[in-house]
């Protein structure tokens, strides 16, 4: 065997080996400085609307921030929802004054269509969340890419095109490092805390 056909040979398994050292990379937590973000495209840099009706764009708004995301129906009056809202009102009461400085928390609205600035200010008056937490709308096709790059793709929505699914969920991140986690909304709120500061690298 030559030296040629050997290496040849050895390609696939070096492939394998980089793929294997990669998926470790990003299961482990980085000590070191950050090597990314939002910018380097994990997220897409659409244009939405807050609830305050300012402009923002996406990765502006993830950008060195630990943040916590989170989709909702302003109109579902399903029990799941009503009480995930109820018990994100009571996080926001944890957070206190972190809401909105050392926590980023932001809900996107699954309704993007229909739920305009002044709709959602009218949600977040039945559900006051606190005052560091940012509703956005934008088009359908940015709020479904936001979704998507959040890992809340659901294949048969995306398939017949249905109304986007109430999976009742936080993701939440630590966006520098690209530390991320998720959790059912319903958690108890002091666990959402530890997850948080978990993320942020506040706990070990």
Not at 49 to 78: I, K, P, S
Not at 103 to 110: A, I, K
Not at 168 to 194: C, F, K, M
Request: charged share 25%.
């Amino acid at each position: 065997m030559n030296r040629r056909h050997a290496l040849y040979l050895m390609l696939p398994l070096a492939g394998a080996a980089v793929a294997a050292v990669d998926q470790l990379a990003r299961r482990r937590p980085r000590s070191g400085p950050p090597q990314g973000g939002s910018h380097a495209g994990r997220f897409p840099n659409v244009v939405l609307r807050t609830h305050e009706g300012r402009l923002v764009h996406l990765q502006d708004l993830l950008r060195g921030r630990t943040v916590l995301a989170h989709f909702l129906d302003t109109t579902c009056e399903d029990p799941l929802c009503t009480a995930a809202a109820e018990n994100l009102v009571r996080l926001g009461r944890s957070l206190g004054d972190r809401c909105g400085r050392d926590v980023f928390p932001c809900s996107f609205t699954l309704s993007p269509g229909r739920d305009s600035p002044a709709r959602l200010r009218a949600w977040l008056e039945k559900h006051p969340l606190g005052p560091g937490w940012t509703l956005l709308t934008g088009s359908p096709w940015d709020l479904e890419a936001c979704r998507t790059s959040f890992g809340l793709w659901d294949e048969a929505h995306w398939r017949h095109r249905g109304p986007a699914p109430h999976a009742n969920l936080v993701v939440i991140g630590n966006e520098p490092h690209q530390r991320w986690t998720a959790a059912s909304a319903l958690t108890d709120p002091e666990v959402l805390l530890e997850k948080i500061d978990r993320v942020a690298g506040i706990k070990s």
